[in-house]
């Protein structure tokens, strides 16, 4: 690293000895300073060539200079707000003032790591040769030869019948809930630990949502608290219309006990699965267990299309009706005609392509997410205080996103803390799902927690951290986020 010291020029000094020293510290950048060392502003190539074009002679002073005011960090100033100060303003290095405003380093781009985000599009070898396809065929539309293939293709991997192309893993819950016929003074049950997207579909239909928690073996829902809740709807007669099940971070819920209770009660399941496309419950694929089920390909998730959704269901009919609706409900008729509400929701030709070509490497993309979580599971071990999300022993996760819980009964370590310190360092980390039951939308819900005095769901909600997943991540990024988490994790067992 340079002596700070070899960069500062007094504003006394000429435009030949910038130019000097310019060259013998060969770092692109000088420090103007004025007699009480204070920084003044900060002097490129580009600026002494500026002056000299202007007329000035190279024994000219440099307070000929524009006073211009350039940027710089304090010495408090964190990896993280370099960085973003260099994004900012398109910077390459930027110098760190004392606190008398004295230059004390200078900070290069290429001396920041990289941000490591949370779970980011990871893009293989095919997608641009089918949406290329798309553009030269001129299939730029919500159906097409990408659209019937990605479909084919997707229902051959999952083993179901069929599968239909929607604009988004939200829309396709909400088809669900039509198809389920779900209306005004319905009620849906509804996993409580999720994101927002689970939920706000029982509300597009103008129906009540019920909340389930979760249980701690896999955090999806709990057998446990939607017997209590089927059982207290029976009895008042309010059985709901459909149980939406949520596959969380890439993990299959327990779905033979919960299957056999809505069975027990004659109720369907929508199988929320946008989060563990690739997963397995019993050998089979994660999202085929629901009369439907649905699937993501938004930006963050394991496979994308950028934006996207998937209907599946073990009955053709039920995926045809979905095409249907999603289309407008257009009537077969040689004239636009419909005979119920309709939707925009079909999957453009284009994005289909994209989906094409990750659908090739989902197995590769697996393989990485779970490397990353036995990584992040084999490094963790040593901090009595951390446990990671449990892999129940039914299936296979993804670990689409990999989540470690901070032991209360061991640290007093909050998930922001460690949130923050990350994000200090250029890594996204993020809080769990804020459970739909505490959430100001839902304030008047009710909610069957898994035990009667105690809720899962909050107190993973109050403990849990995602680290990031992306299967993007190299060796290094792993090993850089348990390294800094380790910083924080140890200082609190110190
Ligand atoms: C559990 C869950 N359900 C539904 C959705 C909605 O999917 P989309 O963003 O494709 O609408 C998401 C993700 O965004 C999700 O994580």
Redesign the pocket.
């Known amino acids: 690293m340079i002596d700070v010291k070899e960069l500062l020029v007094n504003e006394t000094a000429t435009l030949k000895d910038a130019l000097m020293q310019l060259d013998k510290t060969g770092q692109g950048i000088l420090f103007l300073i004025n007699v009480k060392g204070e920084f003044i502003r900060t002097i490129t190539d580009g600026d002494l060539r500026r002056l000299i074009l202007s007329g000035h002679g190279i024994e000219s002073n440099l307070n000929h200079l524009s006073k211009q005011q350039s940027k710089f960090l304090t010495h408090t100033a964190t990896e993280k707000d370099a960085f973003q100060l260099m994004q900012k303003y398109e910077l390459d290095h930027i110098p760190v003032l004392d606190n008398q405003n004295r230059p004390i380093r200078l900070i290069h781009r290429r001396e920041i790591p990289q941000s490591i985000l949370l779970s980011t599009p990871h893009i293989g070898d095919f997608e641009q040769q089918y949406v290329a396809e798309a553009f030269a065929t001129n299939w730029i539309a919500p159906l097409g030869p990408n659209v019937d293939a990605f479909e084919r293709e997707i229902a051959e991997y999952l083993n179901v019948p069929t599968a239909a192309a929607l604009s988004?893993?939200?829309?396709a819950?909400h088809l669900a809930l039509v198809l389920l016929n779900v209306g005004p003074n319905d009620r849906v049950f509804c996993s409580s630990f999720?994101?927002v997207?689970?939920a706000n579909p029982i509300l597009y239909q103008g129906a009540t949502p019920v909340f389930i928690d979760s249980e701690p073996t896999s955090w999806n829902m709990s057998p446990k608290a939607l017997e209590r809740a089927l059982k207290e709807a029976d009895a008042e007669g309010q059985l709901p219309k459909a149980v939406i099940v949520?596959n969380?971070y890439g993990q299959s819920a327990d779905m033979d006990p919960l299957k056999a209770l809505c069975d027990s009660y004659g109720v369907p399941i929508v199988e929320?699965a946008?989060?563990s496309l690739g997963a397995t419950y019993k050998n089979k694929a994660s999202g085929t267990f629901g009369h439907i089920g649905i699937y993501?390909?938004?930006g963050n998730?394991i496979i994308t299309t950028s934006?996207?959704?998937m209907l599946v269901a073990q009955d053709p009919e039920i995926v045809e009706r979905a095409r249907f609706l999603s289309t407008q409900s257009r009537d077969p008729a040689p004239h636009y005609q419909h005979s119920c509400v309709g939707y925009n929701y079909r999957m453009s030709n284009v994005l289909a392509g994209i989906g094409r070509g990750q659908l090739k490497v989902l197995d590769e993309r697996v393989k990485a997410r779970r490397d990353i979580y036995a990584a992040y599971t084999k490094e963790f071990s040593e901090y009595d205080s951390v446990n990671m999300m449990p892999e129940a022993s039914y299936g296979r996760s993804t670990h689409w996103l990999s989540a470690l819980i901070l032991d209360p009964e061991k640290t007093d370590l909050k998930p922001k803390q460690l949130i923050d310190h990350l994000f200090q360092r250029n890594i996204e980390a993020r809080h769990v799902w804020k459970p739909m039951h505490l959430q100001p939308i839902f304030s008047n819900a009710q909610y069957y927690s898994h035990e009667l005095d105690f809720s899962v769901s909050d107190y993973l909600f109050n403990h849990a951290v995602c680290l990031p997943s992306g299967s993007n991540m190299t060796a290094q990024d792993i090993t850089r986020v348990i390294a800094v988490s380790g910083e924080i994790l140890t200082k609190e067992l110190a």
């Open positions: 988004s893993g939200t829309a819950i999720t994101f997207a689970s949520v969380l929320d946008a989060e993501s390909f938004n998730k934006g996207g959704g």
